[in-house]
């Protein structure tokens, strides 16, 4: 009897003792797993991050080719605006020539008026024999003679002088429009080339912005690279280390911005930045739904919260954090570690009474535009 009960309680022992063995096993075994999937998921991110740097160098090479070639066209365009300038000063001074030419003439016919006068007078006096009066007025040959040569000789300075007269008219005043027109078709180039240099400009300009957001992105990803290689050796020491812990086992949130699963399937009802809940987005979606988390992390709040219903906060570490606000109800619990995907609760009724999921995103503690961060859909 001893002996059965002897072998009894050594079953017993032993089961336990095995049972006791296999637990801490099977843990190690899971925190190896999932530490495994992170180093495969930062893994991929890494290389999609890397090729994205190479499109972004790539972008940068063609719009400095492209700013370059800007870089050329305004200084073509400076240079058209001052020949058109050159151009326009001297029509201008030809312009003023012709104004101070026919001035001048105009002074003179003023001041030849009286002579003029009076030999138009002088004229009438005549009649309308004029010329043949004064000829056959001579009282001789000799005196014929001479009134002849001068009558000719008056008659051709009349006729020079009237012809000169009304050339000099016609010139200028077919110099004046003609100047006139160049002058106006000057002040058209002008005006194209003073627009083309500013499209230009802003071309230019545009480019320069192109080239600093660029880099300003390529800086980001660089950061973002630099934090997942720091948590990848983080993760190497964790599967080096069987009894690495969940803790260790993490991924930043910042790397995978713009690569963010969606809480909910649906669309955005209510934008970031506007409305009465202005630092987060309503996604129309079905009630009832699963909401899930959006990255890795711990649960931070998981209640009722006013203005937001039942909520649930994820804290993904460095300050990060996603907020789940109007569930049905919640299916974590505060200190919980949970995995992306995960379901957190179901989604309810907004405050509107609508069916929908309130979803909130900070980053270094401060509210952004939960967009910018998701999946492009």
């Known amino acids: 009897m001893a002996s059965r009960s002897s072998r009894s309680w050594g079953l017993w022992a032993g089961g336990w003792i095995a049972i006791c063995l296999t637990l801490p096993l099977a843990a190690q075994q899971n925190d190896r797993a999932r530490t495994e999937a992170l180093a495969r998921q ?16 790539s972008e940068e090479r063609n719009v400095l080719g492209d700013l370059r070639k800007l870089e050329i066209d305004r200084q073509l365009k400076a240079e058209e605006l001052k020949h058109v300038d050159a151009d326009t000063t001297k029509v201008t001074a030809e312009l003023d020539a012709i104004s101070a030419r026919t001035a001048a003439l105009q002074q003179s016919e003023l001041t030849s008026r009286p002579e003029l006068r009076a030999r138009v007078v002088e004229i009438y006096k005549l009649g309308k024999a004029r010329y043949l009066r004064l000829l056959l007025s001579a009282s001789d040959v000799r005196h014929f003679t001479e009134a002849t040569r001068t009558v000719a000789a008056l008659a051709r300075l009349d006729r020079e002088r009237i012809a000169s007269h009304e050339k000099t008219i016609a010139d200028l005043t077919s110099s004046r429009k003609t100047l006139e027109e160049r002058q106006r078709q000057l002040a ?26 660029i880099d300003r992105k390529r800086d980001l990803n660089a950061e973002f690279a630099g934090d997942l290689q720091a948590a990848q050796q983080r993760l190497q020491g964790a599967l080096r280390d069987v009894s690495g812990s969940a803790a260790i086992a993490a991924l930043p949130l910042k790397p995978f911005k713009g690569d963010l699963e969606w809480p909910v399937d649906g669309t955005v009802r209510g934008r970031f930045g506007r409305g009465a809940r202005a630092n987060g987005i309503e996604i129309d979606t079905a009630e009832a739904s699963d909401a899930r988390a959006i990255h890795d992390g711990t649960v931070a709040f998981a209640d009722t919260f006013a203005g937001f219903g039942n909520l649930v906060i994820l804290d993904h570490g460095s300050q990060s954090f996603s907020l789940y606000g109007d569930l049905l109800d919640i299916g974590v619990k505060k200190g919980a570690r949970v995995d992306k995907g ?3 609760g179901s989604v309810g009724a907004t405050s509107a009474g609508v069916p929908g999921l309130y979803f909130e995103l900070r980053v270094d503690g401060q509210p952004v535009d939960p967009l910018q961060w998701l999946k492009r859909r």
């Open 188 to 213: 058209q180039l002008r005006a194209n080339a003073e627009k083309a240099q500013l499209a230009a400009q802003r071309a230019v300009q545009a480019r320069n912005d192109l080239i600093r957001d």
């Open 42 to 57: 930062a893994g991929d991110r890494l290389q999609a991050l890397q090729r994205e740097a190479d499109r972004l160098a």
């Open 342 to 344: 995960q379901p957190l």
